[in-house]
């Protein structure tokens, strides 16, 4: 089975290697200096958990040709940069793409392929939960288990279903279908916000973080703020426990957020200003149709705003 991985960040790099582990045909797609260290030296992980390194050589393509035909396209990237590739990808002959990331917009992004593509599109999303960071060409990431994903379509049942079962068969990655996949989106994504806001207050120094127990308490007032706004304009929770945690035990969330911040293994998170200002943005829309108040976002938001 040919399969393109179309970004090669953490995300995208761990993907490709647990494909071609898996014994897939990959190509990554990538640009400029990380292209040529893919050339160079293949994708290397440093695997924290299991404390080892893994090299796995890929083969390598800059741009996407309207006649490169693969089985799978897997776009593994920011939600700040999905709207620059969808035209690429309307151009490109393949069939089944799969949106990986942070997405507020999967409604539209299936829309502009369907309207806009060749060929037809079958479209689904994902998001992989797994961090990480990248230095000097490699790879370091932190993996829960073997990895895994969430992943779904907007119009009932993922239409390639097999095909996304074949590609992983040989691997211990773990897919999760999810039947409200963009209301899971919108649900993470009220976790990822408020959590970043902070993280990037104090320049990703976790230790700081810990210490910060006005914000963390403001950090989970925010979720909780987060999620009443998706009820009242008609998202449900999901999962419905994770909101129901953050709602009904923040003094237990927060001592829980405490520790995570003083491990090592946060250091790994790794995220930028254009996205979180891309999401906070698309949330502001939510927040201007609801009716529920929402003072501790805003004191973030507003604190974010001002650094950047």
């Given at each position: 089975m040919k399969v393109l991985v179309y970004g090669a960040g953490v995300?995208?790099?761990?993907?490709?290697?647990?494909?071609?582990?898996?014994?897939?045909?990959?190509?990554?797609?990538?640009?400029?200096?990380?292209?040529?260290?893919?050339?160079?030296?293949?994708?290397?992980?440093?695997?924290?958990?299991?404390?080892?390194?893994?090299?796995?050589?890929?083969?390598?393509?800059?741009?996407?040709?309207?006649?490169?035909?693969?089985?799978?396209?897997?776009?593994?990237?920011?939600?700040?940069?999905?709207?620059?590739?969808?035209?690429?990808?309307?151009?490109?002959?393949?069939?089944?793409?799969?949106?990986?990331?942070?997405?507020?917009?999967?409604?539209?992004?299936?829309?502009?392929?369907?309207?806009?593509?060749?060929?037809?599109?079958?479209?689904?999303?994902?998001?992989?939960?797994?961090?990480?960071?990248?230095?000097?060409?490699?790879?370091?990431?932190?993996?829960?288990?073997?990895?895994?994903?969430?992943i779904g379509a907007l119009d009932g049942p993922v239409p390639f279903r097999s095909l996304l079962d074949e590609a992983f068969r040989h691997t211990k990655f773990k897919l999760t279908y999810h039947d409200q996949i963009d209301a899971w989106l919108k649900n993470h994504m009220v976790l990822v916000v408020p959590m970043n806001f902070v993280v990037m207050f104090h320049n990703f120094q976790m230790k700081k973080v810990a210490g910060d127990d006005k914000r963390l308490r403001q950090m989970i007032a925010a979720m909780d703020e987060g999620f009443r706004v998706l009820e009242s304009v008609g998202y449900p929770l999901t999962p419905a426990a994770q909101a129901a945690w953050i709602s009904g035990r923040p003094a237990l969330m927060r001592w829980a957020l405490k520790l995570f911040y003083r491990l090592p293994v946060s250091g790994l998170i790794d995220g930028t200003s254009a996205e979180l200002e891309a999401l906070n943005r698309a949330f502001a829309d939510w927040r201007a149709q609801s009716d529920v108040p929402t003072p501790n976002w805003d004191a973030l938001e507003r604190e974010f705003l001002a650094q950047i």
């Open positions: 995300q995208g790099s761990y993907l490709a290697h647990v494909l071609l582990r898996g014994g897939m045909d990959v190509t990554v797609l990538a640009r400029g200096a990380r292209a040529e260290e893919l050339e160079a030296e293949g994708i290397v992980i440093r695997h924290y958990i299991q404390r080892k390194t893994t090299v796995d050589p890929v083969r390598v393509i800059r741009t996407l040709e309207s006649d490169d035909i693969y089985d799978l396209i897997f776009v593994v990237m920011k939600y700040s940069d999905f709207a620059s590739v969808l035209p690429t990808l309307a151009g490109n002959a393949s069939q089944h793409v799969i949106l990986v990331g942070n997405n507020m917009d999967v409604h539209a992004m299936q829309a502009y392929l369907r309207e806009h593509s060749r060929t037809p599109k079958q479209v689904v999303f994902g998001f992989k939960t797994i961090a990480g960071k990248r230095e000097h060409g490699r790879v370091m990431c932190i993996r829960g288990g073997q990895g895994q994903m969430v």
